[in-house]
């Protein structure tokens, strides 16, 4: 199965903090996705990038944190015992433990959703188009749109290989 990306394009958020809501309704109460608000009033969605080199599913001893076919970094909340180590390693600072489940928690990219043939409910809830969800080769496709349109005076061209890394790592190049 293709791999696909959950992308978050920050110049176009408008901090209405519908992902936040519908991810705190869908996850009984614990959202996934955490709006936070700058000093100058920039709203930041922050939320699991699922890395193409994650560092937690690298660390974590009991091999809990696991990549499942559409490349969404999971938790098995039965394997994990909470050493934290994920937590530690995560650059955006991302999952958490939760008390409810006793086991570390984070975006799966709406798994249950996904079985069902849906896209995660931030991606299909998001007023703006903020959040996208998709193969690689459509994600690339919205980001050079956007950059065009949104930035005209940084135009050059970036190789395709900048952007997938751009992509998978959660921040893209602009």
Do not use: W
């Not at 939320?47 to 690298?58: F, G, Y």
Request: glycine residues 6%; proline residues 6%.
């Amino acid at each position: 199965m293709e791999r696909k990306y959950l992308y978050l394009d920050y110049l176009t958020c408008i901090g209405c903090e519908t992902c936040e809501t519908v991810c705190d309704f869908i996850h009984g109460g614990n959202p996934h996705i955490r709006i936070y608000v700058t000093e100058n009033k920039q709203y930041l969605p922050i939320n699991c990038k699922h890395c193409d080199d994650a560092p937690c599913l690298r660390v974590c001893p009991t091999n809990a944190i696991y990549r499942d076919e559409d490349g969404a970094v999971r938790i098995a909340e039965n394997r994990c015992i909470g050493c934290l180590a994920c937590l530690q390693v995560c650059p955006y600072g991302v999952p958490f433990y939760s008390l409810k489940v006793k086991a570390i928690t984070k975006c799966d990219m709406c798994a249950e959703r996904r079985e069902e043939g849906l896209e995660p409910a931030c991606a299909e809830m998001c007023p703006a188009e903020a959040i996208q969800y998709g193969p690689l080769e459509m994600v690339l496709e919205l980001v050079n749109e956007r950059r065009a349109k949104n930035i005209p005076e940084h135009r050059r061209e970036i190789t395709k290989e900048e952007l997938r890394k751009s992509v998978s790592s959660g921040y893209v190049l602009l």
